[in-house]
């Protein structure tokens, strides 16, 4: 069965410094985002990308974020400048519009900032 | 504005107990979808059903059934003979239909123990 996956499972950085998140969306899916679960709380909503740009941002995402498909497989999220509070896990999902529309999730690259 | 409820942080049953796992959503839209989906202590996010606001028929699978009521807003899930391997966070979720993103707003989420 298609899935999506992610990479790296577990990213250790340091505060200050930029991190990329990887992810491959299932291979016919056509709309993409990334979400964030800071630990012990729940999934919250960054980012939606379809036909090469973003479809919709969320307040808690702002200017720190960016999302990119580089090529016809990678999705990633590139987090600048990292604070202590951007650690979570970090989850991509994939969307094939169709009479499925239901989101499948990657399994989340957990994200420490030192 | 579109807000998912889930009012029980923990519940805590022994092994073949029934649970059930309430949501309460709000949202202005008409056409919308629920969903509910697991994460166990592995941490993954595991997808268990969709439902859209025109289906109000209770589904069941398995030792899963919903129950679905747009006049209070609810779609409750309910685990029969609860077994250990139940134990995970249960988020109940909606996306609403009219925004191109189909984004998904989570609940706080359920904290099910499940004791043998």
């Known amino acids: 069965e298609p899935e999506v996956t992610q990479t790296p499972s577990h990213q250790v950085t340091q505060m200050g410094q930029e991190v990329i998140l990887r992810c491959v969306p299932i291979s016919n899916h056509l709309y993409f985002y990334w979400y964030r679960q800071i630990l012990g709380q729940k999934v919250e909503f960054l980012v939606s990308f379809y036909n090469n740009e973003i479809s919709e941002k969320s307040e808690i995402s702002d200017d720190q974020f960016s999302v990119e498909r580089p090529d016809g497989s990678n999705f990633t999220l590139k987090i600048r400048s990292t604070k202590l509070e951007d650690s979570a896990m970090y989850f991509c999902?994939?969307?094939?519009?169709?009479?499925?529309?239901?989101?499948?999730f990657g399994p989340g690259t957990r994200l420490t900032v030192l | 504005a579109q807000k998912v409820t889930q009012a029980q942080t923990e519940i805590s049953v022994v092994e073949k107990e029934d649970v059930t796992l309430d949501c309460v959503y709000e949202?202005?839209?008409?056409?919308?979808?629920l969903f509910w989906y697991k994460q166990p202590p592995s941490g993954e996010l595991v997808f268990l059903i969709r439902?859209?606001?025109?289906?109000?028929q209770n589904e069941i699978s398995g030792r899963y059934s919903w129950n679905f009521q747009k006049s209070t807003s609810s779609f409750n899930f309910t685990i029969t003979a609860s077994q250990v391997v139940d134990s995970a966070v249960y988020f109940c979720?909606?996306?609403?239909?009219?925004?191109?993103?189909?984004?998904?707003?989570f609940g706080t989420g359920t904290r099910l123990q499940v004791f043998p």
């Open positions: 979720a909606l996306s609403e239909a009219y925004r191109n993103t189909d984004k998904l707003i």
């Open positions: 999902a994939s969307l094939w519009r169709g009479h499925t529309d239901t989101q499948y």
């Open positions: 439902r859209n606001s025109f289906d109000e």
């Open positions: 949202t202005r839209d008409t056409t919308y979808y």
